[in-house]
């Protein structure tokens, strides 16, 4: 359950950037890979945020999605075939097409990441 820690640090970076006022809507980025489950970071939100500015804040995840890239040619891999099945079936699909230059030196480069896109607050009064 990793994901109450990241939630944790989640709220303390949106609560430092609403500088005292309080938060109405947090908006995430969730990669596909990130293993993060948005059902848990909502709960752990609801219960690490209460008390602070950030209670009742209302989150919304924007998932990302996998992308890898051929160290060989630089060209990025068409993952969008595989999209509804899990990260690690796409991974196998992909290490075992290879790319289509030949090369088999695939990386992940997108939709790992986890983190703050941006924060409402509401107005001063
Ligand atoms: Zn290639």
Redesign the pocket.
Known sequence: MHEMPVTQALLDLALEHAGGRRITDIYLQVGRMAAIVPDSVEVFFEYLSEGTLAEGARLHFEMVPLEMT?L??G?KQDLSAWADQPPHTILQNAFARG???G?KNLRVTGGVSFGLVSIDVEPES
Do not use: I
């Open positions: 051929c060989d040619c060209s790319c289509a230059c090369g």
